[in-house]
């Protein structure tokens, strides 16, 4: 007799009702478990298919025994307290393993003497938890760890330093990958030439881990170290996976550790030739870092914060001046790039923080449905632009992708795409995109997508819709029409300006992941969301707070004084107010749908506008836009001030550095001079 199924109508959705199964805030594909929930909506699908289908051919069913409806109640009874406690109970446990801000990090030795040994035991462990088989050798003080995959074979050498017997010190001395495949294509396995390798990326990670653990018992950090930890195993997780790729009977071979290293040199030298147009163009031996990444297609960084290629997209004018003034001295011959900041200042600076930095970086993902490669290459598009330099010859290099017959497997054969990731590996949410940039991406990937109407594009009629300035500024959620700041200069003598923001009527998301295929995809994403980034770190060059309803009891009153005193001195133009009010607007962005339009993508755009120095009547209109084709790419235009000295080339370099929203009290300044 067969065993009846214990499925019941609440267990067959078991997998639906777990704590987090299909988080709230994936909104969009681009997120960063989109697929992943995408996949659980389809299921949900099939699954409720199922169940009334079910419910159905019990409703056909003539129930006369009260006693069998009696014994199936109390039988329905039971299998729901049954699950609701074991629903429960996985709901706490999930919650506590998941639980935020929790982090008792690393269980380093106190003993000094024991802490060597405990740091190259962790590394072994780390090894065994991301799937290699791991075997360590001793010999005198030389501990080397070997581990090996389907292909992957990896090679640790420790060295310790047992000098001071109480303090005894262990570094890495070697990391060497080896494969245990070759490549009648490639011949051998070794990095472009030029780039930061494979070895030198995991030990400068696993010797992090190192120095942070034996550090002075009072000044090491656990949950740093901590984190150090779950960085070097998700390095080796990467790893493994792209192993078992790897390691496929028709789809496999080198192809999927050293690919990305075949491009980089055509990387580096496209980008070597925008670095030099730049410097030329500014009569500079090397170009200023911030207006490369401002004119350019990126800064090519291989294996920065994973096994794979970076690339630095925009830099803070913060970030960029904290670079400028702890540049080192010495020579940056060994350079690639002809750029004022050393390529190895840059590694290490944004190796040891990402703030103010936007990277993107290739990474190799699983997806339950990848997106499928196009029938055709299409080169008609206007994304990727090339105002500096023509193309080069890597433009259209399309990453390794899995067979076609792939895509036609069983159900549960894992399948893998390519996404550029804005997150550091899920360490970060992302960066704040309108809802038409978005849009332009989705043409970059996905050129013949159909136009949307008015109500997809979620037109917005009042302001109950976050816009993507509201998600930008307020952490809390909340909305708000009008944003306000105080902005004074520490160095002109302008009265303090209040800004006064309108919050732009369009929807905002947070870009996260992006599936791609090959370069082109990706340096037209880029170019997106470098101008993106632009408008961003601007708007968080101020402290905004939302506008209150409220605020005419807030403002500052005039005290009064002579009157016939400031009527002459605003006659004469010698005036000064306690504020000056600055109207600050961002225009929307028109996105083409046309995938053969040739005309330009339109520029984002900051529009300013403040009262002229009195006796003068009117409103001064300042639009500041980012313009890569200028030599500092950022456009600066003046309509009004009428009298005023403007020197644009002064304007340009104050918005470069982070000041365009001192341009109008730097105008009041240049009327007030113009009228002594």
């Not at 997120?31 to 992943?36: M, P, S």
């Not at 190259?120 to 760890?145: F, H, N």
């Not at 245990?180 to 070794?190: D, V």
Request: glycine fraction near 6%; hydrophobic fraction near 40%.
């Amino acid at each position: 007799m067969q065993r009846p199924s214990s499925d019941t109508l609440d267990s067959s959705l078991s997998r639906f009702q777990e704590y987090n199964a299909l988080p709230g805030d994936v909104v969009h594909p681009f997120a960063l478990k989109g697929n992943a929930s995408c996949g659980i909506l389809k299921d949900l699908i099939d699954a409720t298919n199922q169940l009334s289908n079910s419910l159905s051919v019990y409703s056909s069913v003539d129930w006369t025994n009260e006693k069998l409806i009696s014994l199936l109640r109390q039988n329905s009874n039971i299998s729901q307290q049954l699950y609701t406690s074991e629903h429960q109970s996985r709901h706490i446990i999930l919650a506590l393993r998941e639980r935020a801000g929790v982090s008792y990090g690393e269980s380093i030795p106190l003993i000094p003497a024991q802490t060597p040994d405990w740091c190259v035991s962790r590394i072994m462990e780390w090894c065994k938890l991301a799937g290699l088989e791991t075997y360590d050798s001793k010999e005198l003080d030389v501990t080397t760890i070997t581990s090996g995959g389907k292909v992957l074979v990896l090679d640790i050498d420790f060295k310790f330093n047992r000098t001071d017997v109480l303090r005894p010190y262990v570094n890495v001395s070697r990391v060497k990958i080896s494969y245990a495949i070759t490549s009648l294509a490639t011949g051998s396995s070794a990095n472009a030439l030029g780039s930061l390798t494979l070895d030198d990326f995991l030990q400068r990670t696993i010797q992090a881990f190192l120095t942070e653990a034996q550090r002075e018992n009072d000044i090491r950090d656990p949950q740093k170290a901590s984190r150090m930890g779950k960085n070097i195993l998700l390095q080796l997780q990467y790893l493994v996976m792209v192993d078992r790729l790897a390691d496929r009977p028709n789809d496999g071979g080198l192809k999927w550790f050293i690919g990305l290293d075949e491009i980089y040199p055509a990387l580096e030298a496209f980008a070597q030739r925008e670095a030099a147009a730049i410097a030329s163009s500014s009569s500079q031996k090397d170009a200023a870092l911030d207006i490369f990444l401002h004119r350019s297609h990126a800064l090519p960084l291989p294996y920065l914060l994973s096994p794979s290629q970076s690339f630095l997209v925009y830099l803070s004018p913060k970030a960029y001046l904290s670079l400028l003034r702890s540049r080192s001295q010495e020579n940056g011959s060994d350079s690639p790039f002809p750029i004022d900041i050393p390529l190895k200042q840059i590694r290490q600076a944004l190796s040891d923080s990402t703030d103010g930095a936007t990277i993107g970086t290739l990474l190799l993902v699983q997806s339950p449905s990848p997106m499928p490669t196009p029938l055709m290459s299409i080169s008609t598009f206007v994304r990727p632009m090339f105002p500096l330099v023509t193309s080069g010859p890597g433009l259209d290099y399309t990453f390794p992708q899995l067979a076609g017959t792939q895509l036609l497997a069983a159900p549960g054969t894992p399948m893998y795409e390519w996404v550029l990731d804005f997150t550091n590996n899920a360490k970060t949410t992302g960066i704040v995109m309108s809802q038409s940039r978005m849009r332009e991406i989705e043409t970059v990937i996905n050129p013949f997508s159909l136009e949307p109407s008015p109500a997809a594009l979620g037109h917005l009629g009042s302001f109950d819709t976050e816009s993507w300035v509201d998600l930008l500024l307020n952490s809390d959620g909340k909305t708000s029409e009008y944003y306000t700041a105080l902005y004074t200069s520490p160095t002109l003598p302008y009265p303090p300006l209040k800004l006064r923001l309108t919050s732009p009527n369009e929807p905002g998301f947070r870009l996260e992941r992006v599936p791609v295929q090959n370069m082109r995809e990706v340096w037209g994403i880029l170019e997106i969301v470098r101008e993106q980034c632009w408008l961003n770190e601007t708007l968080l060059g101020c402290s905004w707070k939302p506008e209150e309803a409220i605020v005419s009891e807030q403002l500052p009153i005039d005290a009064g004084g002579n009157p016939e005193a400031e009527l002459q001195s605003i006659l004469s133009g010698t005036y000064t107010p306690q504020i000056l009010p600055v109207n600050i607007y961002l225009p929307n962005q028109v996105v083409s749908f046309d995938p053969l339009s040739v005309a330009e993508p339109q520029r984002p755009k900051i529009i300013m506008t403040s009262p002229e120095r009195p006796p003068i009547t009117g409103l001064v209109e300042i639009a500041v836009s980012f313009d890569e084709a200028k030599q500092r790419g950022i456009s600066v235009e003046v309509r009004g001030a009428v009298g005023a000295d403007i020197k644009m080339d002064v304007l340009e370099e104050a918005s470069r550095r982070g000041g365009i929203f001192g341009i109008p009290g730097r105008i009041w300044l240049g009327s007030h001079s113009s009228s002594q």
